[in-house]
């Protein structure tokens, strides 16, 4: 099932070229107060959401995808954890190009580990990416990104896709610079999510899934995930042996070689088969 949040806040089934107006399944969400919850709630009652759509995708009203206004599939992930260098020939192409290591070490994923964004850099599709630091580079990098449903610590590889609810298509987008990772990719827009997840029942084969990114029309980026350094249940496994994973915490599980300056005025597309396109529109953070 694709599941997307539109326009004001709305929750859409899509099918084909239509997005089914399914706003009412929300309705079986618990209320929350204060404290609030440490997960998503959505993600917490998939099944049951899911259920509730089925009911009421027969008399609901179908939208055409285009004019669409698509938010972040996950609105309250929990964190935000991403895995560098992942693709051999993008740690190859790291380690040649000053412009991406400035000097720094690029040490491989298994010896670095891991790394946090913020939450606020999280955007939808349609919000666009807006750019900082115009005097610096800007790069894109699409990556699969998995949605977290059943939460856990010291998950095994052997249990770890139990552990996944859905997936989605991102960019994970970066500042070329000297500092952390954590600090130079979590600029307010440069984790976009969507346009829509997809449960993980529809994607039997996450580990074999070809991808690719256009900027203006130009490939730039081409991959299949069978060539990530950690696969899937790797990264869950490395993930939740330093720290819980809960449910709606999103995993980008890094990016192929490609990765190149965009600037404002750009128009970005990945696709992700199984999952469908993704337009993102690049602009300055100033205008």
């Not at 070329?176 to 994607?203: C, H, N, Q």
């Not at 990114?213 to 950690?230: P, S």
Request: with cysteine.
């Amino acid at each position: 099932m694709k599941i997307a949040r539109f326009d004001d806040n709305c929750l859409g089934l899509v099918e084909g070229d239509q997005v089914k107006d399914v706003t009412a399944a929300l309705d079986i969400l618990p209320r929350v107060g204060y404290p609030l919850p440490l997960h998503d709630p959505l993600i917490a009652q998939l099944d049951a959401v899911c259920a509730e759509i089925r009911r009421l995708a027969p008399t609901a009203k179908a939208l055409p995808l285009a004019g669409r206004t698509w938010l972040a599939p996950v609105a309250n992930p929990g964190k935000i954890v991403a895995a560098p260098v992942n693709y051999q020939k993008h740690l190859d192409e790291a380690r040649e190009q000053v412009e991406i290591h400035h000097n720094n070490q690029v040490i491989e994923i298994q010896k670095i580990g891991l790394f946090l964004k913020a939450t606020s850099s999280l955007v939808g599709p349609s919000a666009g990416v807006a750019i900082e630091h115009l005097d610096r580079r800007n790069d894109h990098e699409a990556e699969l990104v998995v949605i977290i449903g059943q939460g856990g610590r010291n998950i095994s590889r052997a249990n770890a896709m139990r552990h996944v609810a859905a997936y989605t298509s991102g960019l994970d987008m970066t500042v070329r610079g000297p500092e952390e990772r954590s600090l130079r990719k979590s600029v307010d827009s440069y984790s976009v999510l969507g346009p829509w997840l997809v449960t993980a029942d529809e994607i039997p084969h996450p580990d074999q899934m070809d991808f690719s990114l256009h900027v203006n029309g130009e490939l730039r980026q081409k991959a299949n995930t069978r060539d990530l350094i950690l696969d899937i249940p790797h990264l869950i496994e490395f993930a939740s042996s330093f720290y819980s994973l809960r449910t709606g915490d999103l995993l980008y599980t890094g990016t192929p070689e490609g990765v190149a300056q965009v600037h404002p005025g750009d128009i970005i597309t990945t696709s992700f088969a199984g999952i469908g396109d993704m337009t993102v529109v690049v602009r300055s953070s100033k205008s």
